[in-house]
C-alpha cells in the first residue's frame, strides 16, 4: 500500500490530516504555556494543511468516507477547540474575570466548540466521498476560526477591551456556524 493508494489509511491525503492535527494539538500546548505566537503560527500552518488534504485527495482520487471523517476531526481540534482556547485564555489573562465571569465565559467557548462539533457532524452527514458543494451552509469552522483570531486580534490591541463585549461576538460566530448563512467554496 502506497501513499497514493486509496485504501491506505496513511495515504497522502490523510498524512496532511494527521499534519493538521498535530498542529493543532501542539497549538493547544503552547496557549497552555502562554506562547501566543507560536500557537498561532501553528494554526496558519493548519490552515494550509486543511486546503492541501483536500487538493492532494481530489487530484490524487484518494477521497474516501475515512478521510472525510479524518479531516471532520482535524477541523475540530484545529478550527474548533484551538481557536476557542487561544481566545478564551487570553480573555481569562487579559480580562482578569471574576469566579463568575470565568464560568460565564467557560460557558460562552463551549457554547462555541458544540456549534462547530454539530456544525461539522451536520456537514459530513450531508457530504458525499470527494463531493465539492458550490456554497457551505453556514460559516465553515476554518473561517469561524479565523473569526476568532480576528477577535483575539482586537481584545489584544485593545480595540475592544471588554471579554464581555467580545464574548457577545464568540456567541454570534457560534451561531453562524449553523446558520443558513450561504457562504461560497473557494
Known sequence: MGLFDQNNRFNAANLI????ITAGVTAIYFISQNNYFIAIILAWIAGALDIADGKVARKYHLS???????????DFIS??????FLLF?????????????????G??????????????????????????????????????AILLWALYLIFRYDLIANPYIIS???VAVAWSLNSKLKIPHP
Open 79 to 84: 478550527f474548533v477547540v484551538m481557536p476557542a
Open 17 to 20: 490530516s494527521f499534519g493538521n
Open 89 to 105: 485564555f487570553a480573555l481569562r489573562e487579559g480580562g482578569r474575570p471574576s469566579v463568575f465571569g470565568e464560568l460565564y465565559l
Open 107 to 144: 460557558a460562552v467557548f463551549l457554547f462555541y466548540i458544540i456549534s462547530g462539533l454539530r456544525r461539522l457532524i451536520e456537514f459530513n452527514i450531508k457530504s458525499d466521498a470527494g463531493e465539492v458543494t458550490r456554497f457551505f451552509e453556514g460559516v465553515p469552522t476554518p473561517l469561524g
Open 168 to 170: 457577545l461576538f464568540v
Open 64 to 74: 474516501t468516507e475515512f478521510g472525510i471523517q479524518l479531516d471532520s476531526f482535524a
